[in-house]
């Protein structure tokens, strides 16, 4: 099964209505990635330049990590809003702990969360399992409705659920409770930034911007 395609599928749900076009454009293909990777960025509650750090962090992370150790270890480097979440597993505690410190190298990065094992790498169906339950969880997202699903990163490690995002605390909760009653789901950890509804970030969409109080008003 094409991940990436259900993923798209289930980000389009989530934003309907305010992307109506969205899934004819998934079953155009190529030119639907690229339209629905254009969408995602525009409701993303990231600004477009911390978007690009964070795939830029991804990048320049994994390389270094592969440069170092190629595949004696199996990490994953997620990157939210110039925050790293690491997962997989590595050989030894000096190798888990010297990866973490070859990510608070990388520019723009503020803080490493290192969940990362000290085990051998899992195998192939493992990963699998894991690829479903992120699926699994981002589908019963969009299926509660309680959220925009969009906000919410789902990662997954050894049937453990890593939340991301940038959300209010009614939203995490939420999140948390719809991953936690998932089935196959071993744990739920939260690696999440959050804001209030008066803020600009996590502001409905539907509420009007305050307008700036007049001098001497």
């Known amino acids: 099964m094409n991940w990436k395609r259900v993923a798209i599928v289930l980000v389009c749900a989530a934003m309907m209505p305010q992307l109506q076009g969205c899934f004819p454009m ?64 590595a050989p030894d505690e000096g190798t888990r702990l010297a990866i973490e410190k070859i990510v ?56 453990a659920v890593y939340l991301l995002g940038l959300v209010t605390q009614q939203e995490a909760d939420a999140a948390v409770e719809i991953a936690r009653t998932t089935g196959g789901v071993r744990k739920v950890v939260k690696v999440l930034d959050y804001c209030r509804v008066t803020d600009e970030a996590c502001r409905p969409r539907d509420q009007p911007k305050a307008e700036p109080k007049k001098a001497g008003s």
């Open 26 to 89: 998934v079953a155009a293909g190529a030119v639907a990635a690229g339209a629905g990777a254009a969408a995602l960025s525009a409701v993303d509650r990231r600004t477009t330049g911390t978007q690009v750090e964070d795939e830029g962090i991804e990048l320049r992370a994994s390389n270094r990590i592969g440069e170092r150790y190629g595949d004696k270890v199996h990490v994953n480097v997620t990157s939210f809003n110039r925050g790293v979440l690491l997962t997989g597993e």
């Open 104 to 159: 608070l190298g990388v520019p723009n990065v503020r803080g490493v969360t290192n969940e990362a094992a000290v085990a051998v790498a899992s195998s192939l169906s493992s990963r699998s399992n894991d690829s479903f339950l992120t699926s699994k969880v981002k589908a019963r997202f969009v299926d509660a409705n309680r959220f925009n699903a969009v906000h919410v990163k789902v990662v997954t490690e050894n049937s």
